[in-house]
């Protein structure tokens, strides 16, 4: 079945300091890729996506790029601010699946002043 | 535009009580979705409707967990008895359409626990 692995976590960094968030997966066939950040108090949010092979996601300066030859969407930051303290979950859909989304366990990342 | 409603945020029962639990999608987002998260874990999906008719419960234990959206719109999902493993947060996450990829939209939860 379709799976997500996540580094273990939690990730402490100073502010400007660069983030990897790892990301493997297990699917047959060409899944989407995504990942969703949860702050402190509030729901599940689209961080950003990539629908095919070699395809980078970005938004609020995160970047990752969707490696089907490693299985990987690795998620990065060239310097992180004290607000992107929250958790990250890597997850996959797959059309075929109705579209669900299977999640990784996510990983607590706080950055400190 | 309203995002996805869910009430209550927070309840607390004890071991062999029933709950339920309400969501209210985003107006016209014909797709709505339950996701178990218990703590330290990703959410897992329970179930998932397309309008009225379920798409997949595969996941969901049927013994004691159920869930309806009558008209297509508003959904419910109920625990009957829970176990103290029930203790988890319930997302309610909702989108366009389940074809191709719909982003999907997530309420605040619900955050149960079972005493």
């Known amino acids: 079945g379709n799976s997500v692995t996540q580094m273990e976590g939690p990730v402490t960094l100073s502010e400007e300091a660069f983030l990897t968030i790892n990301c493997t997966y297990t699917?047959?066939?060409?899944?989407?890729l995504f990942w969703y950040v949860q702050y402190p108090g509030e729901g599940l949010q689209l961080l950003l996506k990539?629908?095919?092979?070699?395809d980078k996601g970005s938004n609020k300066g995160f970047e990752a790029t969707y490696r089907k030859e490693t299985t990987s969407f690795h998620l990065e930051k060239g310097s992180v601010q004290v607000s992107d303290s929250a958790v990250y979950f890597c997850?996959?859909?797959?059309?075929?699946?109705?579209?669900?989304?299977?999640f990784g366990e996510g990983t607590q990342l706080t950055v400190n002043p | 535009e309203a995002g996805v409603a869910q009430s209550p945020r927070y309840k607390i029962i004890e071991k062999r009580q029933s709950v339920a639990f309400w969501c209210n999608p985003i107006?016209?987002?014909?797709?709505l979705y339950w996701y178990q998260q218990i703590l330290g874990q990703g959410p897992k999906l329970l179930i998932q409707?397309?309008?009225?008719?379920?798409?997949?419960d595969s996941q969901l234990p049927k013994d004691r967990f159920s869930a309806e959206r009558l008209k297509g719109v508003d959904s419910t999902l109920k625990i009957q008895p829970a176990k103290l493993e029930d203790s988890a947060v319930y997302l309610c996450?909702?989108?366009?359409?389940?074809?191709?990829?719909?982003?999907?939209?997530f309420g605040p939860g619900t955050r149960l626990t079972v005493l």
């Open positions: 699917a047959t066939g060409y899944p989407s």
């Open positions: 990539a629908t095919k092979a070699d």
């Open positions: 996450a909702s989108s366009l359409d389940s074809g191709g990829y719909n982003e999907q939209f």
């Open positions: 409707f397309q309008n009225n008719g379920v798409v997949d």
């Open positions: 997850a996959l859909s797959k059309e075929t699946s109705g579209s669900r989304l299977t």
């Open positions: 107006s016209g987002h014909a797709t």
